[in-house]
């Protein structure tokens, strides 16, 4: 049995291997361990833990190792502590590969850690273009990598130039699309009428246009965050449609993004808005396929949106250069730009499908190579 | 005047910066920050730190990271620990660019500090090939890089080749060889009596022939060391020549060499041979100038070794696919090869002089790129 | 001059320094070093450095070292990770004196770096008798210190059992009450009418009679503190009585209370509160001298309590055996107990001010030990 | 059955707890849980791990938290580290009780974790009266302890003095006790041949007179060890008797004493010595047996030395105050009295055997405790 450890360091991570633990899990020539991490072990990020545990899966190790602060120094921080407690996770799970997801900081301490105790890595979303540290941590990590699961032909492609093996490259598409395709394939569509007793602000009725908003930190831009939010939320208020705001995720600057919510909330200029710390995965891709338009700088705009073919008014650096779908405009930080872009997506309403990032089999796919594949060569070299 | 911040790691770190510093220190638009780190500060390493301050540099932060052990556990760990406290160096020092050097795991550590404290980096020796973690690290590296310095116009194509932008490349040179060339411009070549006074073992007589050992500990072959430095030893014996021993550096693994050595000792086989835990880079540069042969995996025997033209004979995979000239034939870890190659070049003698790796200016060239440059993009977006 | 480094953890730890922080500033021997740490530097805990610096007082230090989670293990993790960052923020500083302040997980981080780094301690507030661990850190602080400013006589005689040399003990009372008397020394006692448009809930009309409800998590009874908290507000609720309610200070366990808090209000139950992250110490002050009761388990009640005269209903084992006047009902967690007591001191009214814990110039006496103190005996020893 | 976890941070601690580990193994009511930690799991302190385990201990953790350095600063800092290291260790062993020994810094760190994750500590070796730092350690751990086996009765009665319940302490004596009547026990006590093929310098003949010389840097005299080494060789020099030297112990300023013997050898002067880096305690017993006279600042002298009766010359102030019998003279650091001190015990010869320290059967004792002990209150009170 091959020993498979998944490291889970947000709600994000999950949603974006969660199929493919499935598919480990189940597979008879595979064991998985799951070391769920950083904001993951969090009651006020959701306590991820918690819905990891009731998907049926055992959690090995819980560590914590976000630092308070969310400033460029304590993310930094919070990777060198990520470091000292996934070394020694690595040292007693004693995997034989280990999953890394993504770009985000315990991406990279993962991957540190895992390559200096000598355990073959692979990587998933690595290959992708987009702004924001996430941009240099991505491709570091693809450089560490042994293993690679690109969700597009275009990641593929790009790691390959970066001097990686292609027998390495393996193009799954996105897990997170397997989930999408599990959701959007139930029956029932409906959301329930209790969503609105969860998070704080007036209920939405979901029957009326509303705008679904969630908009993150740019780490390069610290310091902006609470102008950025400002304006979108001017915007959105202009054009009169109901609002479903999401708070921001734990990257330096949160503190700015959520300070401009708060004062929001506390001039009395929330009418008919709606403010959730994050909502289960099942609820967002429905609301998604719901919505108006879906605006901010989440990459599910670009990612999920292409599949569901949900509009999007994608704001600022943060996607910039991710592939996308012609359900996408781009604008820049301003209430007029984005205003704009959200009326005139209103008029054309939902687009069609579109699998740049996968088809659904993502997941059981990365098992399958996992299971299959022979002797990692551990001393990596360019191919150039 | 814009503040350039280097850190340096190990001896090995100030080497290859020095002539660098020194650029910088004179130049009247920059101003030198100096932070020790890591080995550099330890006096079981040699004090570097009070080497650095008797070269005329104001050290501005002292930070020990180094966690004892030098397993790979404790060298993630290390890179740990050193991300919380030079991230909060920077924090105070507030640099312009931070110079990183090389591959190492302070490399790393510096680089990822800076990186999320969106101070720009400017990276040297970047782009070459070798073995190890640290071809991984070095790659990695680049990534996270504004401004790049590689050693040799192969490195220099390699890292644009990662989609780095051709116009932050800056083909200099390595700085090792502009310290190499100051030596060699000196007048009086010999090395002093007192040499043998440090260290441990017999004396050494410089006018008869003599090997250098230096082997470093392979990461990727943790457990391994104490076996092949015994060959390394046997196959110096077997030469009859004399041996000037280097002990190893902190790397993971590096216990096990050193457990070699002192078995060695302890079995009364170190007859002829001097043992240094290090050597000023001066009296270095000298004996590999006087020497018979190099033996063992130092990068010095590649790039310095060029530039002088020292026979090298280079084992193991460590310097793997790093470019190297006529002076360097390559042998696996047995007694039998190394012998051999040790032979065949004490019948041939000095190589002549190549500059694959620079011809002397690479620091006055550093300091006036830092100096002239204009407003660095902080978003890194690969070129392709 | 002396330099007189202060470490400030937490909003309480500002409010139980403050005072002799500005008798240090003022007086022509001293020095003062600001160093800001833990929840002090955190937004979501009121971000008390801005407090600090609005005060006049320059930061030397911001130390970010609260690790996400409060959980047991985290406070453990957190007080080491304190113990990497003040050791260099001493190093950096060079003090001549550290002071640490009272008994939390900060002021242990603070004493051990002092003492391993051979910096003079002087400790305010030890010799207190209390619950949770706070009671054994106390004690154990008051075993490295040097210098004891206790804040009361019965204090002053616990410190001198512990061992401690008598001729080290200043019995100074409490630097809080010197800004409590400072504030009920001020003309105008009204609150503003602005208060409640901060915080969250309903606005409280303080002509009318309202409870304070400020109760934290007991570390060594982790995991009841929802329960806790929602047996009292069920009592403040029978009472008919308007509440003002604090959130729980970072312990373990604050998510459990804070939680309670949460689901409390989630249920429609907070009609007539109002709930606080946290209060200006001048307002507090002020709502203590007008509220019917405060109700939970923080010492304020017990210490500004005494002097001002605040009718106390003191909740569970936090504040056991810590002195206290006439002014305080001690009860269990059940509401029926709560409920009696607050009834029975809403008959009683305000009471008489007793000077248990200082007469206003705490402050004012450190400053002078410490200008004329001579030189400090680095090696303690017990006196039997 | 219940879990008692000991952390053994040095070859010292081990030696002062493995009577007891013996014991609690042996127990059919207690698991003995194994933690090996800082020193203690490192080659170049003499890898204690390894014969932990050949003497049939499981190791359970083996943790990494020494930090290079060997200043004051990473001291405070390998304490942090131990912290983050030690309550993720209780975090998976969930010891019932944790065992803590003696007063190093690796004891600090196993206590305040213990106390934070709300483990009931059990400490060793408390009460007594040393110098350096060790003196606040020791009584800081008392009151965070909640059962105490202090070795001697005057200890005993140090603790209750200090607040500790009467019922929590149990004067066992010295479990380092049990190991010298272990070993003079034995038939044969004489010392193998072999024995100085280890270590480097002149070979000793055991049947002619000789020193053993143990000094360890003192914390609060940071700075002072090279020198005050000098003073004892040199005084030992003068004896003309033969000179056994050990290494220093890995406390802030061992690079100091250890710098002193390695220039004393390098300078000639060890005619007639030989140096150890440690030795096993078997062969220190029996040396201590043999010996005209130990010279140093070790405790072993005033312990195991009172119970064998060894001659000792107890030099400064490291050992000031702890209890001691008629085989000691303590002297100041300068060569003559040091000197003379060694004559004067030279004429007298060996003592006679007082068991202050106990008589043989602490571990014993020690595990009964602990299997029949009831409930342990978690909270602790000062009793005054």
Redesign the interface.
């Known amino acids: 049995m091959k020993k498979i450890c998944v490291v889970i360091g947000s709600r994000a991570n999950y949603s974006s291997i969660k199929s493919a633990m499935c598919a480990i899990k189940k597979h008879r020539e595979l064991e998985l361990l799951t070391v769920a991490a950083a904001?993951a072990?969090?009651?006020?990020y959701g306590a991820v833990v918690d819905l990891i545990e009731s998907d049926g899966f055992k959690i090995h190790e819980k560590?914590?190792?976000?630092?308070?602060?969310e400033?460029?120094?304590?993310?930094?921080?919070s990777?060198?502590?990520?470091?000292?407690?996934?070394?020694?996770a690595?040292?007693?799970l004693k995997p034989d590969v280990v999953i890394t997801v993504g770009d985000r900081?315990e991406t990279?301490?993962t991957t540190?850690?895992a390559?200096?105790?000598?355990i073959p890595i692979a990587h998933t979303m690595g290959g992708e273009?987009t702004?924001?540290?996430d941009?240099?941590i991505r491709?570091?990590?693809t450089?560490?990598s042994h293993i690679h699961f690109p969700a597009s032909r275009d990641a593929a492609n790009?790691i390959e130039?970066?001097?990686e093996l292609r027998e390495a490259i393996y193009c799954v598409g996105c897990p997170r699309i397997d989930l999408v395709a599990d959701i959007l394939g139930e029956e029932n569509l409906d959301v329930s009428h209790h969503l609105f007793?969860l998070g704080v602000g007036d209920k939405i009725d979901l029957s009326e246009p509303f705008v679904l908003v969630s908009q993150h930190p740019v780490?390069?831009e610290?310091g902006a965050g609470e102008k950025q939010i400002w304006e979108t939320l001017l915007a959105v208020k202009k054009t009169g449609f109901q609002a479903i705001v999401l708070w921001p995720n734990a990257d330096?600057g949160a503190?700015d993004i959520s300070?401009g919510i708060r004062k929001w909330r506390?001039q009395g200029l929330a009418e008919n808005m709606h403010f959730f710390k994050n909502l289960p995965i099942d609820v967002y891709v429905r609301l998604m396929a719901m919505t108006k338009c879906l605006v901010g700088n989440s990459s599910s705009g670009i990612r999920e949106g292409a599949y569901i073919g949900t509009p999007v008014v994608n704001i600022g650096?943060r996607q910039?250069?991710r592939e996308r779908g012609t359900n996408v405009i781009d604008v820049g930080y301003s209430e007029v730009e984005i205003y704009d872009a959200i009326m005139r997506h209103s008029e054309h309403g939902k687009f069609s499908a579109e699998d740049i990032y996968g088809n659904g089999t993502a997941g059981k796919q990365i098992a399958e190579v996992l299971a299959t594949i022979g002797q990692i060569q551990?001393?990596?070299?360019?191919t150039?």
């Open positions: 904001s072990v969090l009651d006020r560590l914590h190792f976000l630092l308070e602060g400033t460029p120094a304590t993310m930094a921080k990777t060198g502590i990520g470091l000292i407690e996934l070394s020694s690595f040292e007693r900081f990279m301490a540190l850690a390559a200096y105790m000598n273009v702004g924001t540290i941009e240099s491709h570091a990590v450089k560490f790009r130039k970066l001097g007793e780490t390069t610290y330096a503190d300070r506390e650096s910039n250069a551990l001393q990596k070299t360019i150039y």
